[in-house]
């Protein structure tokens, strides 16, 4: 069964606004978490490190006043897309490491994110 | 940086036949993993290889590492419609200084896979 949850699976949102997507670790605590993002038809892309209790590790590029994550809890990271634009618009997914799978990465199911 | 190279980009095969994907890297490899994805899905881990000449199989699919850790690739035996969907090779960052790989993942940019009836 899946090991991370995503929520929610797909949002339509309206240009300025901001959403948030949620990430959850079943069963177990991680204390980093992992986003991407996927255009279509592309592969995926790493965004940032999420990381429990301090600031996420954003990767060259990644603007980190619009792409806003917190890592609140254990099991819990939060991105949140600000003022989203359509270009914006992409396939947001994160990944965790259960302590007891080894070195296996688990993702999410993916978030399709449509702004107009 | 490194990059990852995946080929063929695509592929259609009939139902029953093997195949092959290959992903190369420009750089040694610390951990290689393999994923499927269906279009707007997430991914669904296969296998993950560390070790040169590591080879691990589950089901009808395999996986290799060379030796030189800089290329593996994933043969799929007797491929069902099942099968379909894109495959992507993904290549840990780096380890810390405890040999722990770091989780964050390149990603090569996928096969997709038609497996026809």
């Known amino acids: 069964g899946a090991v991370v949850s995503q929520h929610p699976s797909w949002v339509i949102c309206k240009s300025g606004t901001s959403v948030k997507i949620e990430c959850r670790s079943l069963?177990?605590?991680?204390?980093?978490m992992f986003w991407y993002r996927q255009f279509p038809k592309q592969s995926l892309m790493l965004m940032a490190t999420s990381n429990e209790g301090s600031k996420a590790t954003y990767e060259q590029g990644v603007e980190k006043d619009k792409f806003l994550i917190n890592h609140a809890s254990l099991t819990l990271s939060t991105l949140t897309v600000t003022s989203a634009h359509p270009e914006d618009s992409s396939f947001y997914i994160c990944?965790?490491?259960?302590?007891?799978?080894?070195?296996?990465?688990?993702f999410g199911s993916g978030t399709q994110l449509s702004v107009l | 940086s490194q990059e990852l190279e995946q080929s063929p980009q695509s592929l259609i095969v009939q139902e029953g036949k093997n195949l092959t994907i290959n992903c190369t890297s420009s750089k040694t490899l610390y951990g290689l993993y393999w994923y499927k994805q269906k279009y707007g899905e997430g991914l669904i881990f296969l296998m993950m290889?560390?070790?040169?000449?590591e080879e691990k199989s589950h089901e009808k699919i395999t996986a290799k590492l060379d030796e030189k850790k800089q290329q593996s690739s994933l043969h799929i035996t007797a491929s069902q419609p099942s099968h379909a969907g894109i495959y992507l090779c993904g290549a840990d960052k780096g380890t810390n200084a405890g040999g722990t790989s770091y989780g964050k993942l390149t990603f090569g940019q996928g096969t997709i896979l038609t497996v026809h009836p």
């Open positions: 290889l560390q070790k040169g000449g």
């Open positions: 990944s965790a490491r259960p302590p007891y799978e080894g070195e296996k990465l688990f």
């Open positions: 069963d177990f605590q991680a204390t980093t």
